[in-house]
């Protein structure tokens, strides 16, 4: 598992750690694991230049100490301060004692690589106008951020005006939450975590890894048929559109539960596609409803909801959810859609969805999978998960539609809703992945890669 905590939990571990260590111990590991970062990132050190953007804090006095480290590998390193009479002391003398040079802005070279060392988990999100012009002196240059990219907001992941784009943020401890939440996230590049040796308490977000949905996945046995492994039934789709049935059975289908039941108004086409499907009402583990039923999507919400089993609530059925509809519901929204639900403007979910999720999955006292660039999994009881999986291809109609399936397949074959939907949204995204190869792809083919990415799971 992945963990990402908030600026308190990793403060209190570090203070609680720094009492048992010499004086700046911890800082020299965060300064040393920077340095081997940006060395592997230039590919070397002789010739190369970096230059370090160094703020008043901490987080400057890791870029100063890391870029002493560069210099003594043979790294031309210059440093803007932006605070020069608090650049961190003891950091400032290592790098001068190593030949680094303390420049002003207009007076750097060019250098392969900058290393954001303006603020950390002390900043408050944006830029101040000082930072900024540093850093666009040299727009085009990569950037490694230092435990964070500055300028977002670490525990939410939200931002407030102008931040740092990184190509990779070397962070330590722990990840932050705004590493893994959009739209930071998307800021923070490839991210790179450096063990200081904190010990530290429950996640605040947490990211399933491969090895963790390999162990959620259901297992058949020799004593397991169809109906043990699960049935999932699904209500998508309808006359009219009839493709949201036949995809959203295609995610069902993708042999995570033992059979699948269709009782929507396109059964022909279903069977057409899927003629291992059972058609009409029955018992089952697990419903899907709401893609592509239109007018009827709100009553096939409304019968699934009286059965007790969980339900895959998606698409057309999510403006009809009651409120609350309790833990047994898994709601699959995306952006615009939660906004209708939540009756908040679209670009407030885009700007935090993370604290959007949370607050839908408290209104709604369900599970939410807010469907995104980073798909977030939010718990009533405050929990969330966020999904690294995936490929930006997979921004194409029909997909969510599997994935419904997908994860009505999970929950029929007895996981619990929060796993159901964030063991989904992993899989999804990572047949996404073997589905595009680097190129587009459609929703029906990340459908017909889901075994591949189970399979993927369990080879050693
Ligand atoms: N603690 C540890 O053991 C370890 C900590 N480590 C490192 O320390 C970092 C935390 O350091 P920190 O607490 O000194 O805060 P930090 O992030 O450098 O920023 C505070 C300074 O920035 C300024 N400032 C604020 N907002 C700003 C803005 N928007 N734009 C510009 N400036 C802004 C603010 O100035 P002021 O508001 O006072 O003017 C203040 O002086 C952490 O992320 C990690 O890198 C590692 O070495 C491992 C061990
Ligand atoms: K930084």
Known sequence: MLRA???????????ALMRTLPEGALMQRAAHGLAYAVLDFLGGGYGAKVLLQVGAGNNGGDALYAGAVLARRGVGVEAVLLAPERAHAEGLAALEAAYGRVVDVEDAQRPDVVVDGIVGIGGTPGLRPDALAALERFSEVPVVAVDLPSGVDADTGELAGPHVQAAITVTFGTHKVALLADPAAAAAGAVLLVDIGLELPEAAVEALQSEDVAALLPE????????????????????????????????????????????????DQVLAAHPETVSGAGRVQAWVVGSGGGDQASDALTRSLEDGVPVVVDADALTATPRPVGRHAILTPHAGELARMLEVPREDVEAAPLRHAREAAAAYDAVVLLKGRRTVVAHPDGRARINTTGVPWLATAGAGDVLAGLVGALAAAGLEPFDAASAGAWLHGAAATLASHGGPLRASAVAAALPQAVRGLRTP
């Open 220 to 267: 058949p046995g020799g004593e397991s048929q169809k109906y043990s492994r699960g049935v999932v039934g699904v209500r998508t789709g309808s006359e009219r559109y009839p493709g949201a049935a036949v995809l959203s059975v295609a995610g069902a289908g993708c042999g995570l539960a033992g059979m699948v039941r269709y009782d929507g108004g396109a059964t």
């Open 5 to 15: 905590h908030t600026v308190a939990q990793v403060r209190a571990a570090e203070d």
